[in-house]
């Protein structure tokens, strides 16, 4: 589904990613971790087409197709969602009518008619329950006022609502006490399928107790340099990110 | 290039889609401005002699003007004796239906999506418009359904005819010859406009409305409204223009007065679409407008709605004369400016009677390298006891060579006035479209969603037929800015 070949992305003169290689299947979930400022964030950013970063060379085929040529809202109507570590607010404008407009957008793309509003109810509800969020939280301009875990929440409804094939969570567990972190990623496993992927990032191995990974990486300075299976995590917590830059270091020193 | 500079330079070429002229035998006064050309105009509309005097005047008052230098714009001078100040279709057909229309002018509406055909056939959501091209009215509709009310409403040169007693009562009662410079010609050369008049207790059925064009070069526009609400009536006025594209600068000095007697309610909603210039700027719409209200009696209440999306120059302020005891003004207004567009409006709030309240909500947008001003005055004078007074002024910029400012003055003459004043100034950010973009909306659909957010509390105020124009405009004004 998704292979990351060689991928370096530059932010102004500073090269942040220097040589990323990733290969996800459907059905599976990784775990990307890593140290603060190893590159977890940017290489999000980069696979959701941010333009503050430059790719600066290697490959990233999604489906079949050269992610790199597209623009982020074409990469999320293929199928990429982004789920934001800082959503953003948009006054005035409910989260209600923001999906309208997304839903009907990536729809119009694949080539479906608009949804009538009557239908959009009807799979808004849907995934209401599933994602546990209230409609008087989507009547609400979007993500203004909300709470670090209604925020989140509200991502992962966008999600369900939007149906990708790659969901990519941006350390979507900053700022959740345990019972939001749990809500969040029961969301994120009813989601789960055969079909589709998630590549979670995140610095502690909290969230994947919950969200459990097929495989876990390790980026630091720009790079992984070890990936292993939801073991590699437990080792994590256990003894910290500096035996394994210790090794890098050494590596590509 | 950064994003935002992209999103600018795309901005700044979306262009014009009303730019189109229509050709209607034009019968035009001679250019320029004296007396004999007032005594024309006065005689092509078979005015009583009193009017005559009256326009003569404020032309006489006006040679004592000069054009006002304080607003926040700078644009060359118009030349008053190089405009024509009258222009009417030769043909004046009585009309007993729309298909007695010009068809050419219908198709001209049609272009606008305007459409009268169809709001005569959608009666479910009665509106009835009395279109105005260039000066006279060529059709009006849905008068009989008014008339079993009581209500008047027919184009000004018709009320002086028919209703002289009405128009000579009210008729520079709340902006006099006197009060600026383009009032006082206005007052001289206007050529028509639309009057309204609702009895005592009458709620209005239906959405007043009137579509003002401009339509021949080097005409002045000079329009007149004149609305008058008695003692418990209840009306809702739309305003809606759109103008073909031009070469040469036209202006426009419209006077709306407004008369709220006691317990009367009184919401006037403009949507405003002139030709704004192309991206150099040339050929927009001059746009000095004076409207203003008075609450003349106690409980009455008016209400001023604007979506400012045209014009070159925009200079208006409508205004409440806050008279009768408890009486209330409200101010909505969206202002959106882009290219070398330059706006300075505002409002005027003045609390006489006590315990009147007034609230101002402004949304300015600037965009390209257009100026954006907000101007606003509350007065309270020494007798409002009580007197309240709210008003936010917000500002949204998109990207960094437009300007935005805002002008408040406030003057309180009385100790127990209760005076809030709250503005901000935000632009759109990166982070918003990139949000909107991973969603799968494309910026151009991105900026429409985010400028509609910002506008909401406005645009809620709007009729909802009107506030669905009122949207697509924006999303319009803002077509192709961004990338």
């Known amino acids: 589904m998704l292979s990351i070949k060689n991928l370096k992305a530059n932010i102004g003169e500073k090269e942040i990613l220097r040589g990323i290689n990733l290969e996800v299947k459907p059905g599976e979930v990784h775990a990307i971790m890593g140290p603060n400022g190893s590159g977890k964030s940017t290489l999000a950013s980069v696979l959701a087409g941010r333009e503050d970063f430059e790719v600066v060379g290697g490959e990233v085929d999604f489906q079949g197709k050269d992610l790199l040529d597209f623009g982020p809202e074409e990469r999320a109507r293929e199928g990429v969602f982004l789920a934001f570590q800082y959503p953003v607010e948009i006054p005035g404008v409910s989260t209600i009518n923001f999906m309208k407009t997304a839903l009907n957008q990536v729809r119009e793309h694949r080539g479906e008619e608009a949804l009538s509003a009557v239908d959009f109810l009807k799979v808004m509800k849907e995934k209401m329950e599933l994602v546990e969020i209230s409609q008087s939280l989507l009547n609400r301009s979007l993500n203004e006022g909300f709470s670090g875990g209604e925020k989140k929440r509200n991502e992962i409804f966008q999600m369900a609502m939007l149906e990708p094939k790659l969901s990519i969570l941006d350390e979507t567990d900053s700022g959740l006490d345990i019972d939001a972190l749990r809500i969040v990623a029961n969301g994120v496993n009813k989601l789960k399928n055969k079909d589709n992927a998630t590549i979670v990032v995140t610095h502690y191995q909290r969230l994947l107790d919950y969200i459990v990974p097929d495989y876990v990486h390790v980026l630091y300075n720009g790079r992984i340099v070890k990936s292993g299976t939801k073991e590699l995590a437990l080792e994590l917590e256990e003894k910290g990110y500096d035996w394994i830059k210790a090794e890098a270091d050494q590596q590509f020193a | ?483």
């Open chain 2, 1 to 483: 290039m950064s994003k935002d500079d992209q999103i600018l330079e795309e901005f700044t070429q979306s262009e014009y889609k009303h730019g189109f002229v229509t050709d209607i035998e034009q019968e035009f006064a001679p250019k320029g401005l004296n007396e004999d050309i007032i005594r024309f105009i006065s005689a092509k509309k078979e005015e009583p002699e009193w009017l005559l005097e009256w326009r003569l005047k404020a032309f006489r008052h006006w040679q004592t003007l000069t054009e006002p230098e304080w607003p926040n714009v700078d644009y060359p001078k118009p030349d008053f004796q190089d405009l024509h100040y009258y222009a009417a279709p030769k043909k004046k057909p009585e009309l007993e239906s729309l298909d007695q229309v010009d068809p050419e002018l219908l198709d001209t509406f049609k272009r606008l999506g305007i459409s009268l055909e169809e709001q005569k056939r959608l009666s479910g959501v009665k509106v009835a418009v009395d279109a105005v091209l260039d000066s006279v009215s060529v059709a009006t509709t849905f008068r009989e359904t008014l008339a079993e009310q009581g209500i008047i409403f027919c184009s000004f040169s018709e009320a002086v005819k028919d209703h002289p007693e009405l128009v000579k009562k009210y008729l520079g009662s709340v902006v006099p010859y006197t009060d600026n410079f383009y009032a006082a010609l206005n007052s001289a050369v206007f050529s028509d406009g639309s009057f309204a008049y609702i009895p005592k207790g009458v709620h209005c059925p239906m959405e007043l409305s009137t579509y003002f064009r401009i339509n021949a070069a080097n005409t002045g526009q000079f329009e007149r409204t004149l609305i008058v609400a008695e003692e418990g009536s209840k009306v809702s006025y739309l305003e809606g223009c759109t103008a073909p594209q031009r070469d040469e600068n036209q202006l426009h000095a419209a006077v709306v007065e407004i008369f709220v007697e006691k317990e009367a309610d009184v919401k006037y909603s403009t949507v405003q679409n002139w030709f704004p210039g192309d991206a150099e700027g040339k050929g927009g719409i001059y746009n000095f407008v004076t409207k203003r209200g008075i609450c003349n009696g106690s409980h009455a209440k008016l209400s001023w709605t604007q979506v400012e999306t045209g014009s070159a120059v925009t200079w208006k302020y409508p205004s409440c004369v806050l008279k009768g005891d408890y009486s209330i003004g409200e101010f909505y207004s969206v202002a959106v400016t882009n290219n070398l567009q330059q706006a300075d409006t505002g409002t005027k709030m003045i609390h006489i009677g006590k315990n009147t309240k007034s609230r101002i909500v402004s949304k300015g947008v600037s965009a390209g390298k257009s100026q954006n001003s907000y101007r606003g005055l509350v007065k309270v004078l020494k007798r409002a006891e009580g007197a309240r007074n709210f008003s936010q002024c917000d500002s949204l910029l998109m990207g960094d060579q437009c300007g935005a400012h805002t002008f408040p003055y406030i003057e309180i003459d009385n100790k127990t006035a209760h005076v809030e004043h709250e503005a901000t100034t935000s632009k759109i950010g990166e982070d918003q479209l990139f949000y909107c973009n991973q969603r799968g909306i494309d910026t151009e659909a991105a900026v429409a969603l985010i400028v509609n957010g910002y506008c909401k509390e406005v645009l809620n105020q709007l009729p909802m037929e009107f506030a669905v124009e009122a949207q697509k405009l924006l999303a319009l004004t803002l077509e192709g800015s961004v990338g």
